[in-house]
């Protein structure tokens, strides 16, 4: 298992949006033999949010649970840490996670934090579309780009992706 990016949903969809699979077919294509290279790394929680990726695309993540998800009890990866930076986490940012602030739309929710978590474990990049909240006066408001940035976790866009695997279409 060589991972070198966990995604996000919002890494495949909402690229997806801006460049259409009929469009932009080459760069789908090299998507998804990323995937089928093993090198694409998302927690149960996030591939269950990838199922609703609709189109062709759409319908090969959800035949392509088996390279792209990380199990717990697994014995291939370290499923251990996993939990241990998923425990540590949910406890550092409470304040900032909506299940437990009460829902709002500009801070983080459980599943982001599973893949942060998951990117943290295997040390590679945050694959999302969020932005970086300022943190000037909203303590509180935060997306997986602060949550990162606190952990020391790499983020980046889907086109700094592209860039990263020199992929120019």
């Known amino acids: 298992m060589v991972k070198k990016y966990c995604f996000d949903t919002s890494g495949i969809s909402n690229p997806l949006e801006t460049m259409p699979e009929d469009i932009h077919k080459t760069l789908w294509a090299h998507f998804k033999a990323f995937v089928l290279s093993d090198y694409i790394a998302v927690t149960p929680e996030i591939f269950e949010e990838m199922c609703h990726i609709a189109g062709d695309l759409g319908q090969f993540v959800n035949v392509s649970k088996d390279f792209m998800v990380l199990e717990v009890g697994s014995p291939d990866w370290d499923w251990q840490t996993y939990i241990g930076h998923s425990n540590q986490l949910l406890t550092r940012h409470r304040d900032c996670i909506s299940e437990f602030t009460g829902g709002s739309a500009k801070t983080i929710c459980v599943n982001d934090m599973t893949i942060i978590a998951l990117a943290k474990t295997?040390?590679?990049?945050?694959?999302?579309?969020?932005?970086?909240?300022?943190?000037?006066?909203?303590?509180?408001?935060?997306?997986?780009?602060?949550?990162?940035?606190?952990?020391?976790?790499?983020?980046?866009?889907?086109?700094?992706?592209?860039?990263?695997?020199?992929?120019?279409?």
């Open 122 to 169: 295997l040390n590679v990049p945050v694959v999302s579309m969020e932005n970086l909240i300022r943190e000037v006066t909203q303590t509180t408001k935060r997306k997986i780009p602060n949550i990162c940035r606190a952990e020391g976790v790499v983020h980046l866009a889907f086109s700094d992706f592209l860039r990263r695997e020199n992929l120019r279409f």
